[in-house]
C-alpha cells in the first residue's frame, strides 16, 4: 500500500455502502449490517496494527467483510430464528403507495433469494465485483484464483441470477 494512503478506519468509511451491501447480500435484508460491518472493522484493525499493509486495500476489506458475513450466517443457522425489526419493515412516512413498497421488498427479498441460491464462490465473486465494485484482476487477486476463474463465476452467477429473477417476473405476468 502506498504511504500516502488514507487510513484503514477512511478507507472503511468511503466504502461502508458497498460493504453493506456485501453483508446483505450474504445475510439478507433482515442482517444487522452493523454489527457485522463492526466485527470485520475489529478484524482488519487489529491485522493493520500488525503491519498487514495489502497492496489493495479496499479488495482486502471486501473479503474480511465476507468471511465476517459467512460465519454470522452459519451462527444464525445454528440459533432459532426470530422476528426482528430492521430498516425495512418499520413504519415511516413515504409517499409511494402501499402495494409500490409491498412490490419493492417482494423484489429485494426474490433479489436476496437468487443471491443466496448460488453457490459459496460464485456468489463470493459477484459480491466482490457488485458491492465491491472490484476489477476482476482485483477479485482474482483476493481469492487466489486465476482472472479466467473469476469471470466464469461471475458469468454463471449472472446467467443463474437473471433466470431465478427472470423466472419469478415471468411468473406474476401470467398471474396478472
Known amino acids: 500500500m502506498a504511504p500516502d494512503a488514507p487510513p484503514l478506519s477512511d478507507?472503511?468509511?468511503?466504502?461502508?455502502?458497498?460493504?453493506?451491501?456485501?453483508?446483505r447480500g450474504v445475510l439478507g435484508g433482515s442482517a444487522d449490517v452493523a454489527e457485522v460491518l463492526q466485527e470485520a472493522f475489529?478484524?482488519?484493525?487489529?491485522?493493520?496494527?500488525q503491519?498487514?499493509?495489502p497492496a489493495d486495500a479496499v479488495a482486502w476489506m471486501f473479503v474480511v467483510v465476507w468471511n465476517v458475513a459467512i460465519d454470522a450466517r452459519r451462527r444464525r443457522q445454528r440459533r432459532p430464528s426470530?422476528?426482528?425489526?430492521?430498516?425495512?419493515?418499520?413504519?415511516t412516512?413515504?409517499?409511494?403507495?402501499?402495494?409500490?413498497?409491498?412490490?419493492?421488498?417482494e423484489d429485494v427479498a426474490r433479489a436476496e433469494a437468487a443471491v443466496a441460491g448460488l453457490s459459496a464462490p460464485?456468489?463470493?465473486?459477484?459480491?466482490?465485483?457488485?458491492?465491491?465494485?472490484?476489477?476482476?484482476?482485483?477479485?482474482a487477486d483476493q481469492l487466489a484464483i486465476p482472472v479466467g476463474?473469476?469471470?466464469?463465476?461471475?458469468?454463471?452467477?449472472?446467467?443463474?441470477?437473471?433466470?431465478?429473477?427472470g423466472a419469478g417476473r415471468r411468473g406474476e405476468e401470467h398471474a396478472r
Open 42 to 49: 475489529l478484524k482488519c484493525w487489529r491485522s493493520w496494527q
Open 122 to 139: 460464485e456468489q463470493q465473486v459477484f459480491l466482490l465485483r457488485v458491492a465491491g465494485e472490484l476489477t476482476y484482476e482485483a477479485v
Open 11 to 23: 478507507l472503511f468509511q468511503a466504502h461502508r455502502h458497498g460493504l453493506a451491501g456485501a453483508v
Open 149 to 165: 476463474t473469476a469471470k466464469t463465476r461471475m458469468r454463471n452467477a449472472l446467467q443463474k441470477l437473471r433466470q431465478a429473477l
Open 82 to 91: 426470530h422476528e426482528t425489526l430492521d430498516e425495512d419493515t418499520t413504519l
Open 51 to 53: 503491519g498487514t499493509r
Open 93 to 105: 412516512p413515504s409517499t409511494r403507495s402501499p402495494s409500490h413498497a409491498m412490490e419493492q421488498r
